[in-house]
């Protein structure tokens, strides 16, 4: 009788979704328990209109349905909430910041809080569920002062040296990747051979110039891998592409239950650069998947377009446009005409403050717009994340030339040193690209 009574009582109320203020969510049924109500075919008189618990509404339900705790468990409660309070970490990803933006997302005149690294690596990412439905819907979505100002800043201490030393290799790279991508059959098979020659960055400009390129062809300047580096000098730029804090966001927006580090990518946009054109990372990397993740970290403010910014630009759901592939295949007139494509269909999440950072699927079309009108040069760096069961396709690179069979060889400095190591089409261990969550160490 009285659990007969406790379903008139909850049926008398309606439960609704609402995970961050603390109430119950459920659905409506009818008391035979298998007629589910539609409030849009059903008639006005019988709906049921959608109303919140209130306080004591719920204590009601509680105490009804005998869920009530007992006095001396609650007060337990009461006494290890307040001792943590004291003295735990930052437990959620909202604690790392301290409102720099409203619901709306507009700016709000708050100071950034800082915490350390370690704390970081116990601190539970939050990751709303529009969030959620953004990137699965668009492809991209924005985590909104995701990282603390001081991590930004301690990475920006890290890789700005790093990339002023390293220098010569960016340009090396884009000496190789333009040679792998020529008409030349002999550039093509001694890509890289050739590029190594260069000592020098007049050398590797030279080269690029024979090839009719200037520096507004140039979209920015590149380096890959700096976390397992070991004469970088960069421990940040290590722990936090290591840290369970951004592998468990990998996680929650791939929805994949194991996350592999794949990379971590530096980007050296330089004032005069050109625009980035579209691509997809999936089209640079080894792997046969469609689970890849990248969260895109500016080292400093990015303005909106018009004043400037060069952020990434996205193209809503391009990661579900599967006839692009299927009917134009890899390359061909289709991809000259992509404005035309998805016109009315480019989106953005700028301006980006300090510690904001873009999420985008590993196949959804980006681009970023040239460094003309910007006095300063932009920096960021990317971590690319994978579903840990992804596995390596077939015959990755060209035994010839080393280079990328069937995608853009963009990447291809990034996987080179191991890829030929992994079986393909197998679930593999390599330290080159680790399983990061769930957390091992």
């Known amino acids: 009788m009285k659990m007969f009574v406790c379903l008139l009582y909850a049926h008398s109320l ?3 979704a609402d995970v961050s203020s603390g ?17 849009a075919t059903d008639s006005s008189k019988s709906r049921l ?3 919140r618990l209130t306080k004591s509404e719920m204590s009601d339900l509680v105490s009804v349905l005998g869920l009530e705790q007992p006095e001396s468990s609650k007060k337990k409660r009461r006494q290890s909430h307040k001792r943590n309070d004291k003295s735990s970490a930052v437990t959620s990803s909202e604690q790392l910041s ?30 709303s569920l529009q969030t959620q439905l953004d990137y699965t819907r668009k492809g991209h979505a924005v985590l909104r002062s995701f990282l603390p100002i001081n991590i930004i800043e301690s990475l920006r201490s890290e890789l700005l040296p ?51 390129l200037d520096r507004s062809d140039l979209p920015f300047m590149q380096h890959f891998n700096i976390w397992r580096d070991p004469d970088a000098n960069a421990s940040f730029v290590r722990e936090l592409c290591l840290s369970p804090y951004m592998a468990q966001a990998a996680s929650i927006l791939l929805d994949c239950p194991t996350v592999r580090l794949y990379q971590d990518s530096v980007f050296h946009k330089r004032s005069g650069d050109g625009w980035t054109p579209y691509h997809s990372d999936c089209r640079m990397a080894p792997f046969d998947t469609s689970k890849m993740i990248t969260f895109w970290i500016g080292l400093q403010q990015i303005p909106h377009p018009d004043a400037g910014g060069t952020g990434l630009l996205f193209v809503d759901g391009s990661h579900n446009d599967f006839a692009l592939p299927y ?22 999440h700028m301006p980006l403050e300090i510690g904001d950072v873009t999420v985008h699927n590993g196949w959804t079309l980006h681009c970023a717009g040239a460094a ?23 015959n990755v690179l060209r035994e010839e030339s080393s280079t990328i069979v069937g995608g853009d060889n963009e990447d291809m400095w990034s996987f080179r040193s191991w890829v030929s190591e992994v079986k393909p089409r197998s679930h593999f261990q390599h330290t080159s690209v680790p399983i990061v969550w769930p957390d091992e160490r």
């Open 327 to 348: 009917w134009n295949g890899v390359s061909g007139h289709e991809y000259d005409r992509l404005d035309k494509r998805y016109e009315n269909h480019v989106s953005h």
């Open 49 to 51: 209109q959608m109303k």
């Open 98 to 127: 301290k409102g720099r933006h409203n619901s709306d997302n507009t700016k709000i005149e708050q100071s950034v809080h800082s915490i350390s690294i370690n704390t970081l690596e116990h601190t539970v990412p939050k990751i």
């Open 372 to 394: 003309d009108s910007i006095d300063q040069d932009r920096y960021a760096i990317a971590l690319t994340y994978v579903d840990g069961r992804a596995e390596i396709r077939d």
């Open 162 to 212: 790093y990339i002023k030393s390293h220098e010569l290799d960016a340009w090396r790279q884009k000496v190789e990747v333009q040679l792998a991508d020529s008409s030349e059959p002999y550039y093509r098979q001694n890509a890289r051979t050739i590029a190594q020659s260069f000592n020098t960055i007049t050398d590797c400009e030279d080269m690029l110039d024979s090839l009719g």
């Open 14 to 16: 309606l439960l609704t």
């Open 23 to 39: 109430f119950i969510s459920g659905e409506i049924t009818t008391m035979s328990g298998n007629k589910k109500i539609d409030n």
